[in-house]
């Protein structure tokens, strides 16, 4: 944990520049606008520590897996996401020097996000041989509106001389990924063109195909003038330059502007990428950074107006949440259903920028609540699209007959990931994929969906599940052997509770759809019925193995059992650890985490998360005052849930404490690894840590439900909900609630157990 | 499994050439001397399928890990054995067209491997461009007299032709190993020398720093008459080579003889080696090829003597057995205390050539009967030498004060292997070191032993297995979590019922040869007792341990159970499976094996093989008749635990059945990968499976116990027992015994448990 950047309410600011820092840094300041993204590298060249990468939404390559030992099942191959031309290359050279972070003295080094507009901005003195001070300006931004453009404003000011200038302005896209497995280049060129207008490359990737033209303008402004320029071109492979000089004149600002489009074979034919482009960047050009960039602001002021959460009294908490919801809203906008939420985003390489459990488990609320619902159902198409590949990835397990198993990491529907005891056996997310499509139609009352698109998947969720289970007749229960649960520090454990209970939840679940349906659209409902050839076998055994399934449970404490055998564990609190075990993963042997009883991540608690109304609030509690003291949270995802846990429960400092641990993650690099890219979809959790947990917000037969409660720490916080057409902005006070209804949609509200209604465009406030 | 090797007892015999089984024969053809060893690679160049592969004993090098996820506690190397240089190498050109059975037409191609006399030949004729047929005999073998020093002897007549000959002898230290990590190449040179006499490249490995020289000398032979020639010298980088000419005339018989020392700095001063290799050629060029090779028959003679098996009436059972015999005997000798069994011998590069737990459980009984005791007690010592890395790397894994856990793969002590359910769990491998020790003192008497190294090694592995377990204060018994036991289809289980057992024996032995040393040598005891730093609380806890030791078992059906949780699983028989499905390992995933019932290798058995007395016969039954049928042997070491036990339940067929999965393993490429190299250490279980399974052989209270019997399909078999100074050969028929003592020490021998005696230099012969 390192504490290095400045508080603000709206931007992230890292004032003096320390290459100690900078990866760091990198992926903090990662700009994105769902389609295209990329770490905060500088524009000039730097020879110092950096991790390059751009990156464009859904482009992936199938690096061959490495792996130790082969198990038999492993996929081959392994999505990645790939490091893409890098357009923001500008070569700058004063008087023969190279501008060059990593070699020349700075000072009054600022980097800033902007993330009430969206926009990176650096500034900074550096100082050239013989004393020549140069002050250089740059500003840069990927639009959200024009989602394929990108800018930058690149300001020289030489502070006490004149001099030349020489700039080279490139696209390169002989880039590599740091994680390529065989040090291998993962594009290939197709073309190039570069005249002294503009110049473009076009490369494609190797076996996936996916082609990728950039295109670039270079354009420069002397002292508020436009001045012409013929620039020398120049072209090596998969890299195109221009390269012009200038003088530059002491205390005259001297600004180039580099343009960029960014189109692919995902959007467009792939013949057609070179026109598009320039229609692109043609399209930039008119309008000009300055309207482009009011134009993003006005787009995230958008954005801010459904998501944003203000806390009052605490700009380190009202800074952190902030940032999440920043780099979650730029790295999903929910405008493609064949994308989803990669666990780094666009800040950096690492897990294979692929869809984990993760989009189910943590992101699903966010998008629900502050976004227009078709974001949300697109989260779920993206599933229903893959089920074809999770039918094939069970059956490469062993399953039939239309059994699906979703893969752990995927990027195209088929499994990516190659640990035994995570790939073929955290099987739980199978459960939180059909908890994705309750939770969707639960908030948004969406039941259509189900008969378009639900049941297809849950069907074969169900399939999975009845084939896993096995039944034992000495005990006339049904069990699941050799599982990994959410908490991953135990590994091929037999019945764990979450597991067993997520699996006969989808079978309950499913039944119900199913009645829904024939209830609703007997027609439609024989149609699937046909289709999917459910007998009354088949939903039999369902009701079977739900009413006999057996979950561990200890009567004495009243609490479930994360797995068979878990009380045979010397059970030992983390607070009775010497601290220097902590964090566990970096200290332990492996057999040393799983034979302790130490927690990675929530687990039963997951479960009552989850299934919270099903659960007495004295088994809640039971199970939260066995559990939490036994968890080290070492999994960026598991604070939110003990937060809201925490909060309704009434254990404030917990809950503010569990809130700390994730909100400024990576802007305090708690973990120590932000330099890999930051954890995005945990960001999602601190959101809900905000909403669920301090706001107590929830929707239960469609009615919204808000029991909020505020730290003591903050003297209010608000937060906007947009639900079933309305949008609510809900602020929370130590002795009072306001709601203010920004719609004209009424909505009933359920505060602290009493029923109220916000009319449209009015206020409710509700002193306690 | 493929068949195409010939019948025959003394000989493995190939004839015709395939190139499809080329890389297997080059397996089974190995030839190797304890010092060094190599794969059957042909002399002459050849372009097709090989692996070549030339190993120095105990010279590895420590390869970078590669895994897919690193894990905590991961070791960083994994110790190679190295292919070395090639000193076989004769580069043939007739009438400048090069000899290489990849390329040419060949007839009447035998392969033999003699295993009486210890050395491999091949003969055939090539039609070269125009017709001309070449008649080439190639026989070469590795001294086991002269330890560092091999010869060939390749013959080449024209048949139809006179025609110009041109030999390139070299010494090739330029050499990969296929299984390299990271593809580098594991030598640098160090010096070479060329003289048109002889040549010699010297060579060190990176990071181990072993220095290997190779010194050669080629010899010509026209129609008997010795040539003198002057060879063209070249050298590369780590390769040096002698060219000559020679006029081949028709039907004469043109001989070369190729003499090759290999020292290493493992033997002598590396500054010496090159003296010390010149010399070594000096040596084996002065005896010359025939009486090198006589020496080598004697030799052989010898190690027949002691370790043979006659079968009668079987010939590929006799073929099978001497096949295993004959590999072991050429892979150790037990005369360098630094050696150890590789899991392929010098056949091969897997596994890494590494020692496991296969040699105290499988290999020590093999050479504590075919060999002076000095060579098993050899292998105990080479693990007393390694105690201290065994300390460190428990201690890397949390354990203290002393505690010691063996590798799972080791060259020098470190643990190499680096999957984590194997590594860090597959822990029972520990109790196998202290019950080699057991063995060994058991056969050999040889209690000096104990105070002298054993005490330290078991006082160790106690300490170990006290702090591993936990107390369940619930139960008021200790148990043993997250273990992976024999059956490696199982990982990460609780209370193993094996591990649980061979833990508690091991605190009981060690507490007993505490009370021995104590009662036989106070003074030594004493000076153990306070070196060892034994303190009477921890032998009370030790105590404690034993009589609370948690054993999983089955009232009802009276077996123990392989671990908590076994009979949750569905229990299925190997035969009720469709065959399709076989082997489970090719077929399954990982995850469906984990949890279904079927078994690898003996786990529960292994227990009752290893503490055989402690169970009466009708426990070993029920526990076999439970486990064997859920057991698919994918293990090459499974059989023969099998077949032994099987033996004693007279279950006979299943017992043969067994034995046959052992025996011809490797000559019938059973498991489809012989290629790979041979299963060596499992050859050791075909001895036992012989001498202690239908021989029903077992020393007890220092008691010879054998309970014969004969499978149907053999008229009679005999077997050789080194057993306190006599050497007895044991010959089994249908309905009488015959013990003949070939040495002077009289013998007592319990037969059916009735005690005889064999007297010295006499025959007793027991009719049933």
Redesign the interface.
């Known amino acids: 944990m390192k504490q290095y950047l400045k508080l603000d309410e709206w931007s992230i600011i890292e004032e003096g520049f320390d290459p100690e820092n900078h990866e760091v840094s990198e992926s903090v300041f990662s700009i994105g606008n769902g389609h295209m993204g990329q770490r905060a590298n500088f524009e000039e060249d730097y020879t110092g520590k950096t991790l390059q990468g751009s990156y464009m939404a859904g482009v992936y390559y199938p690096d061959k897996?490495?792996?130790?030992?082969w198990?038999?099942?492993y996929p081959e191959y392994f999505a990645k996401v790939l490091n893409s031309t890098n357009w923001i290359g500008l070569n700058i050279a004063i008087e023969g020097e190279n501008l060059d972070l990593a070699k020349l003295p700075v000072r009054d080094f600022v980097r800033t996000l902007n993330m009430k507009e969206g926009y990176l901005e650096r500034t900074f003195i550096a100082t050239l041989s013989g004393g020549k001070e140069v002050k250089i300006q740059a500003k840069r931004f990927v639009s959200i509106v024009d989602k394929e453009v990108g800018a930058i404003r690149y300001s020289i000011t030489p502070l006490n001389f004149n001099g030349e200038l020489k700039v080279t302005s490139y696209l390169d896209a002989d880039v590599k990924n740091k994680d390529a497995n065989y040090d291998e280049k993962f594009w290939d060129e197709v073309s190039k063109e570069v005249t002294t207008n503009h110049a473009s490359v076009t490369v494609v990737t190797k076996k996936t195909e996916y082609v990728l033209c950039s295109t670039m303008k270079t354009e420069l402004v002397h002292d508020g003038l436009k001045v012409a320029f013929n620039p020398v071109v120049s072209e090596k492979e998969k890299y195109v330059a221009h390269t012009f000089a200038h003088g530059l004149v002491e205390k005259k600002e001297t600004v180039i502007y580099k343009y960029a489009a960014n189109v692919t074979s995902r959007d467009h034919e792939a013949s057609s990428l070179a026109k598009i482009a320039m229609d692109r960047l043609q399209g930039a050009l008119v309008k000009g950074f300055e309207t482009l960039l009011s134009e993003q602001a006005d787009a995230w002021a958008e954005k801010w107006k459904e998501s944003d959460i203000v806390i009052e009294g605490d700009v380190a908490a009202q800074q952190g949440i902030r940032f999440n919801i920043f780099q979650l809203n730029q790295t999903y906008t929910g405008e493609d259903d064949r994308l989803n939420i990669g666990p780094k985003g666009f800040t950096g390489e690492k897990y294979g920028g692929s869809t984990y459990w993760d989009t189910e488990a943590y992101c699903l609320p966010f998008y629900l609540s502050t976004a227009d619902p078709k974001i949300s159902r697109n989260l779920l198409i993206y599933r229903y699209k893959h089920l074809e590949k999770a039918i094939e990835n069970a059956e490469?397990?062993?399953f039939t007959d239309g059994a699906a198993l979703y893969p752990m990491v995927t990027m195209n529907g088929e499994e990516s990931h190659?640990?035994?005891?995570i790939t073929?056996?955290e099987i739980h997310r199978n459960g939180a994929i059909a908890y994705g499509i309750y939770n969707y139609v639960n908030y948004t009352a969406d039941k259509d969906y189900l008969a378009e698109y639900g049941l297809d998947v849950l069907v074969a969720i169900s399939r999975f599940w009845a084939q896993r289970v096995?039944?034992?007749s000495?005990?006339n229960q049904y069990?699941m052997?050799?599982v990994t649960g959410p908490n991953e520090y135990e590994?091929?454990?037999?019945n764990n509770w979450y597991t067993n209970r997520i699996a006969a939840w989808t079978l309950e679940y499913t039944l119900s759809v199913m009645d829904y349906i024939k209830e609703t659209d007997k027609a439609r409902f024989d149609e699937l019925e046909s289709k999917l050839k459910i007998s009354s076998e088949e939903t039999s055994k369902w009701v079977d193995i739900i009413g006999k399934m057996y979950y561990p449970f200890d009567e004495e404490m009243g609490i479930y059992l994360q797995q068979?055998?878990f009380?045979?564990?010397?059970l030992i609190r983390v607070d009775e650890l010497d601290p220097k075990h902590l964090p566990l993963?970096?200290?332990?042997?492996?057999?040393?985490?799983?034979?302790s009883c130490f927690i990675k991540q929530a687990d039963v608690l997951q479960g009552l998360y989850f299934l919270n109304d099903e659960f007495d609030m004295e088994t809640k509690k039971k199970n939260f005052d066995f559990y939490e003291p036994m968890t080290v949270h070492e999994s960026s995802l598991s604070p939110c849930v003990h937060s809201i846990l925490a909060c309704e429960l009434g254990y404030k400092e917990k809950a503010y404490e569990m809130y700390l641990r994730t909100a400024r993650l990576d802007l305090d690099n708690y973990n120590n690894d932000t330099e890999d890219g930051c954890h995005t979809t945990s960001m999602a959790g601190t959101w809900m840590s905000v909403v669920q947990g301090f706001g107590g917000f929830k929707v239960k037969n469609d009615q919204l439900i808000l029991n909020p409660f505020i730290p003591g720490e903050w003297s209010s916080f608000s937060f906007k909900i947009v639900f079933r057409g309305a949008l609510l902005n809900i602020k929370v006070s130590a002795d009072e609630i306001t709601i203010t209804n920004e719609t004209k949609v009424s909505t009933p509200v359920i505060i602290h157990g009493t029923k109220h209604t916000v009319n449209g465009s009015a206020s409710l406030t509700i002193q306690y």
């Open positions: 897996t490495r792996v130790g030992w198990k038999n099942g490469k397990l062993g190659n640990e035994w005891e073929f056996e096995n039944y034992v000495s005990k069990m052997l050799g590994n091929n454990v037999n068979d055998g009380l045979d564990k010397e993963n970096q200290n332990w042997s492996w057999d040393r985490i799983l034979r």
